[in-house]
């Protein structure tokens, strides 16, 4: 799977340990089951075709036992049979998900045949309907523990077996899944069904299938059918974005195989642009599933293209790594993550024409994880026995995805491709079809040649926390400090940029002590260590090197470096050792621009959100002057004009410029008006209070699309008004129902710089609201949202010491408890910046 930076993957929280009806796996459990069983075949029956809220279920499992008890997982909305051998159980034993099997010695059949819920919440099979037109979409993501909601299962990553698919659905959808496509046969009453032939052996969070009226395009590479689908409303902008995507991945196919030397053995590999989906995209074998953003309605910037590239070769390189082989427990999903995220980063530099992925990673996705790394919530990056399902997937976070590809990239570059790649597929081969762990990794790379890795392993990935890099100018040494929590001896292979005098020269540094001589620097020369990303390390530039950068950062071209000096500027800010106005300076006089999407975690929404509110009273209209100066000297048409654009719609206080924009006239040379322009404008008039409801209301209608209902929701909770934040608030508490893109639309409007008198009751409302939401959401979206409706504009000590308080509540549920102990870390960090350098 891949979690997109704008989206955070947290772990299904369940946590609702107390509230939610179901058990959560325990290891222990798990492997008691895998050696009571050995499992031959699934074959599963689902009737799409009955109504709009649940579907029929029919599960047949063949099976192996050695003798004993355990349980079948399901939940169901209703259970009518459970036949053990043909013999009847009675349905009332189900409890709590789970039902339980008594086994003699031998072999066995078990036919489950139960109604399930359609689910709104992104997981098991998810039904939408599509807003622009009202036609339904379905589509599985039983990853993690979902699979029990769509078929009754042994639920646990190492009881693999071959799958049989049959569904049943209106004559007019498409229907897809794992196995290979197939011709559909009439089946009475405006339906058809659709059986599918067996699969190799997966795993059941990898069952998927994408169910409705699709948009279907198919092609072919290498003997692999291709295929790619959208909703009908997107089937235009597929259309036009289908070359793009099917070149990146006829390209990572041949990258791959050359790599791998191992045939993609799935058969067809299906594409399916998804709506509503909570991750970027999640890697069934044969069945991808994407966000459907990701299919491009309106015009977007060179970095959403390369995160679309990057996703696919991620999902294309889980097909080996995680699906040919997966990890056996929850606890090495990291590994399968930060594999994935290693190699789709390094098949897309090289091979497709996304070559600068590496410089895009820099700005999208190493904060993510370093933060991560240096907050409370911290943790190494290889798996720390977790007992259940749910603790082991609270890691899944930027230390399991950034922190772990930068790991394996310098595992890479110590031991070797050839090294590296003989381990590898040492490793695909020896456990082709079957579950494997870190050790047995770690020891096909000592079989390959690695040598002994302890030291690495201790250091680098049973260790938490980044080291931090800062320069001593006047002793002349850098510095290099491990966590006080977590003291490690890593030595670090890093480059540093030297920029003086408009020229920047590069000095290769070994840092294998704690100071490291440095040599003769100029007089007031900017210093940016690890100006490359090649170590995972927090540099903390000093103040001369960020006073020097308000001056050369303009003129470099290089974008890696670029990259890293930005990377640079967020680290020591983050260590609280910058002032927010020197930061500031740099920024207007060199718009980070060329990080391209204003994403949560991308630079210009970081600059915005923790920068400009204490960087002085005049601070966003510097920002409106540079972005508005910017547009006026880059070459329109470009995708820098389009940012700086976006970046001066959004830091506008003219209603009369912002009408025009939204109108499409006014509009600078090489800009086109589209509906995510248009929106841009809304949302900012409606956060000037220069809109009111009606208005955007008449504007959905006349454009009813997924995107225009998710950017009227952040419209709309925008309002200075206190309408606009109760409703917004509303969909926190659940009182009003909304889909996942519109909850996170509603928590990223409700906060705004400037509107404290409005959303200052909802502070206090927060906290006291908060630990209930455990009644009204589960999964990726309950702590999701406890970060999108943190009060961001409270900065704060009473704020700060009502989060203290209730992350100290032990009732709170876990994974709301460590999203909101990083937006209490986040917080904390910004009010000691502001003591240090008070305005
Ligand atoms: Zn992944």
Redesign the pocket.
């Known amino acids: 799977?891949?979690?997109l930076s704008q989206v955070v993957a947290e772990a299904q929280s369940y946590a609702g340990r107390v509230t939610s009806p179901y058990a959560s796996l325990q290891h222990i459990e798990a492997i008691a089951r895998r050696e009571l069983l050995t499992l031959t075949s699934y074959d599963v029956d689902l009737d799409l075709a009955r109504d709009e809220t649940t579907f029929g279920s029919v599960t047949t499992i063949r099976f192996d036992s050695r003798g004993g008890s355990t349980f079948l997982d399901l939940k169901p909305a209703a259970l009518h049979a459970v036949r053990l051998d043909g013999r009847p159980l009675d349905v009332d034993l189900l409890d709590r998900g789970r039902f339980p099997l008594e086994l003699p010695e031998g072999h066995h059949e078990v036919v489950v045949e139960a109604t399930m819920p359609f689910r709104r919440d992104g997981e098991g099979l998810h039904r939408s309907v599509d807003p622009a037109d009202g036609r339904p979409y379905v589509y599985g993501m039983n990853f993690m523990d979902a699979a029990p909601s769509v078929y009754a299962c042994f639920d646990q990553p190492d009881l693999k077996a071959p799958y049989t698919l049959h569904v049943t659905a209106p004559a007019d959808w498409v229907v897809v899944g794992n196995a290979p496509a197939v011709e559909p046969s009439d089946a009475g009453g405006g339906t058809s069904r659709w059986d599918f032939s067996p699969t190799p052996p997966l795993s059941t969070y990898f069952v998927t299938v994408v169910a409705g009226p699709y948009h279907l395009i198919r092609d072919e590479h290498d003997g692999i059918p291709l295929g790619l689908s959208a909703r009908l409303s997107l089937a235009a902008a597929l259309d036009k974005d289908a070359e793009e995507i099917l070149t990146v991945t006829k390209q990572s196919f041949d990258e791959l195989h050359r790599l791998f030397g191992i045939r993609y053995p799935f058969g067809d590999y299906h594409q399916a642009f998804v709506p509503e989906f909570n991750a970027g995209?999640?890697?069934n074998p044969g069945c991808v599933t994407f966000r459907d953003p990701l299919v491009f309605s309106s015009r977007v910037t060179r970095a959403r293209h390369i995160a679309r590239a990057s996703t696919i070769a991620?999902?294309m390189a889980?097909q080996w790594f995680?699906d040919i082989v997966t990890p056996a427990w929850w606890d090495d999903l990291w590994l399968?993550?930060s594999f994935?995220?290693y190699l789709?980063n390094r098949v897309t530099a090289e091979v497709t024409e996304f070559d600068d992925v590496w410089t895009d990673m820099t700005y999208a996705r190493r904060q993510w994880g370093l933060i991560a790394d240096q907050g409370p919530s911290t943790h190494p990056v290889a798996g720390n026995g977790a007992v259940d399902a749910s603790a082991a997937l609270q890691d899944f976070d930027g230390i399991s995805?950034a922190k772990g590809s930068s790991i394996l990239k310098q595992l890479n570059a110590s031991m070797g491709d050839q090294v590296f790649f003989d381990g590898v597929v040492d490793h695909l081969t020896r456990h082709r079809f079957a579950n494997a762990t870190m050790l047995d990794l770690f020891e096909s790379w000592e079989r390959a040649g690695a040598g002994e890795l302890d030291d690495f392993t201790t250091n680098w990935l049973r260790t938490s926390g980044p080291d931090t890099l800062s320069l001593d100018r006047r002793a002349g040494v850098v510095r290099r400090t491990p966590p006080e929590a977590h003291p490690a001896d890593r030595p670090h292979t890093i480059r540093a940029a030297v920029g003086a005098d408009g020229t920047w020269t590069d000095r290769t540094l070994e840092l294998d002590s704690p100071e490291t001589p440095f040599g003769d620097l100029p007089e007031g020369s900017a210093v940016v260590l690890d100006a490359y990303a090649e170590s995972w390390v927090a540099s903390v530039p000093d103040r001369t090197t960020v006073r020097a950068l308000v001056d050369l950062l303009p003129a470099v071209e290089d974008d890696l470096l670029r990259a890293g000096i930005w990377d640079n500027l967020r680290s020591g800010y983050h260590a609280g050792a910058l002032d927010p106005a020197d930061v500031l300076d740099v920024a207007v006089a060199s718009l980070p621009v060329e990080d391209t999407e204003d994403g949560p975690r991308r630079t210009l929404h970081w600059l915005m959100t923790t920068v400009v509110p204490l960087a002085g009273p005049d601070a966003s209209d510097r920002v409106h002057a540079a972005a508005s100066a910017k547009l006026a000297s880059v070459e329109p048409g470009s995708e820098h004009q389009l940012a700086a654009f976006r970046l001066a719609v959004a830091t506008a206080t003219d209603p009369l410029a912002l009408e025009t924009w939204a109108a499409g006239t006014g509009l600078p040379e090489g800009v086109a008006l589209d509906v995510d322009l248009r929106w841009r404008a809304l949302v900012r008039l409606a956060t000037l209070g220069a809109v009111d409801l009606a208005r955007l209301d008449a504007e959905l209608a006349a454009e009813p699309t997924g995107d225009s209902r998710v950017q009227h929701a952040k419209a709309r909770a925008s309002m200075p008004s206190p309408e606009a934040k109760a409703w917004a608030w509303s969909c926190f508490t659940g009182e009003t129902e909304v889909a996942n893109y519109e909850l996170e639309a509603a928590g990223l409007g409700l906060w705004q710089g400037g509107q404290e008198a409005l959303t200052e009751p909802y502070v206090d409302r927060y906290f006291a609201d908060l630990p209930d939401t455990v009644r009204v959401r589960s999964g990726w979206m309950l702590a999701d949202a406890a970060e999108y409706f943190f009060p961001a504009t409270s900065l704060d000590e009473e704020t700060l010491a009502r989060a203290q308080a209730l992350i100290a509540d032990p009732s709170l549920d876990l994974s709301l408890r460590r999203r909101l102990a990083d937006e209490a870390d986040r917080l904390e960090r910004l009010l000691a910046v502001r003591r240090a350098f008070p305005r």
Do not use: F, I, S, T
């Open positions: 799977m891949r979690v995209a999640m890697e991620h999902e889980h995680g399968n993550e994935a995220e789709g995805y």
